[in-house]
């Protein structure tokens, strides 16, 4: 089967899903720290209203966000929630106190999407996302920032892992619903790409025609101005912002004062 006629039919299901929307049911396990994600957007993108019906029941200790900083959890009797909104780049640690199922309505993640994964994070390692409704496996996933040499190690919920540099890999599929700790020896950028597409690039070459340019200039000047287009290749300095600094190293690249 070719590639192009599973990108078609890849493209055909994405469309019926945004038609009807999707379900997405997460298992939650007593006595484990489960990390999930999300592949299905609710209306309502609040965390602690996504888990309400776990807290009516009474069985959910708290959540955790990706570096692990922000949290849903109770403080003195009442639930304080620093998350906020989900965001299907991350993943999220649950702690229930009895098994149990919950069960997401919406509409199907937006791809691609574009997340800097940090060499500073606690331990090193960040809890991200996985908002794919399909497996696939965590060589092509991650080919692209692995063949940058800075991928340490990719680990499952299961104490499965993938550390590329000592030929391990027992995690082989990453699970539509599922986080993974994620560790890099130096911040990168990463993207979740349509399945079976390539959407990594360069930093600096923002319109990824493989060349950095003026043009790219521009298009980073419009993102800053107008907020208009993807300008996360246009973050030089992987600070999570793309702004004039920048534009200075962009220009540094393209004069070859690195």
């Known amino acids: 089967m070719s590639k192009l006629f599973i ?22 396990e007593y006595a484990n720290w489960n990390m999930i994600s999300f592949y299905v957007l609710p209306e309502n993108l609040d965390i602690q209203d996504i888990f309400q019906p776990v807290i009516d029941s009474g069985n959910l200790i708290s959540i955790y966000e990706g570096s692990q900083l922000d949290s849903l959890k109770q403080v003195d009797g009442e639930w304080v929630n620093t998350i906020g909104d989900i965001d299907p780049k991350w993943g999220y640690s649950v702690y ?39 497996a696939q496996p965590v060589t092509e996933v991650f080919e692209y920032i692995n063949s940058l040499g800075v991928l340490i190690l990719v680990a499952n919920g299961n104490g499965q892992y993938y550390m590329p540099n000592f030929n391990v890999n027992t995690v082989v599929d990453l699970e539509p619903g599922q986080g993974y ?78």
């Not at 990108?7 to 939650?28: D, K, M, R, W, Y």
């Open 96 to 134: 229930v106190n009895q098994s149990v199922t919950l069960t997401i309505e919406g509409d199907p993640v937006e791809l691609p999407l574009a997340i800097i994964l940090s060499g500073s994070d606690p331990a090193g390692m960040s809890t991200i996302g996985y908002p794919f409704n399909v």
């Open 7 to 28: 990108t078609i039919i890849g493209f055909i299901s994405i469309a019926v899903s945004f038609l009807i929307g999707e379900t997405q049911t997460i298992e939650l």
């Open 181 to 258: 700790r994620v560790s890099v020896f130096d911040s990168v950028l990463f993207h979740y790409c349509e399945p079976g597409t390539d959407c990594n690039c360069t930093l600096g070459d923002v319109n990824i025609d493989n060349e950095i340019n003026v043009v790219d200039i521009i298009s980073t000047v419009n993102c800053i101005l107008n907020g208009t287009g993807d300008c996360s290749c246009a973050d030089m300095n992987l600070d999570g912002r793309i702004d004039i600094i920048d534009i200075v190293l962009m220009v540094n690249t393209i004069l070859g004062n690195e």
